[in-house]
């Protein structure tokens, strides 16, 4: 089994980056933690962090018939993208969205995901256990397919 991690604008910064939103972690430690829960779980487990939203789509897109699932951070293209919404509606690999802050208790703008309603579901609010959480989801999901 073969899971992708894209991250989206800006969350190259975390760390430094709106610390009462997103925590202290890196990116880095992020994905280190990723790793090791990863190898728990008998996955194998890739990253992806662009701020471009066409690198996102093609990275969706070259995805086909390489990844069995994808957990996905938009940040701000979450509010904005239809293209993002399309890639991954188009490719059909089951898709986990995750937020390190709870997007619905913040800013008007932040409360509409153009992405969510094609994903499995959304894991918002738990700082860096968002992505851990996801990773079990995507993984408990695709055992039961
Ligand atoms: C975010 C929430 C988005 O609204 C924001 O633009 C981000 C990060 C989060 O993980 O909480 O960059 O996706």
């Known amino acids: ?14 760390g430094e980056r709106e610390k009462d939103n997103y925590g202290e972690i890196t990116l880095e430690k992020i ?7 990863a190898k728990e779980l008998q ?16 990275k ?22 239809i293209a993002l919404r399309d890639a991954i509606l188009a490719v059909k690999i089951p898709t986990i969205e995750v937020h390190l802050s709870n997007i619905h208790s913040r800013e008007e703008f932040r409360k509409y995901s153009y992405t969510a309603p094609v994903c ?10 968002s992505y851990l959480l996801g990773l079990r989801a995507i993984v408990n999901h695709l055992k039961e397919c």
């Open 1 to 14: 089994m073969k899971i992708l991690v894209i991250n989206g604008p800006n969350l190259n910064l975390l």
């Open 31 to 37: 994905n280190e933690e990723l790793k090791n829960l």
């Open 43 to 58: 996955v194998e487990i890739d990253f992806f962090q662009s701020n471009t939203e066409g690198s996102i789509v093609d």
């Open 60 to 81: 969706i897109q070259n995805a086909k018939g390489i990844f069995d699932g994808i957990i996905i951070n938009p940040a701000a293209y979450t509010h904005t993208s």
């Open 120 to 129: 499995i579901g959304q894991i918002a609010g738990f700082k860096k256990d």
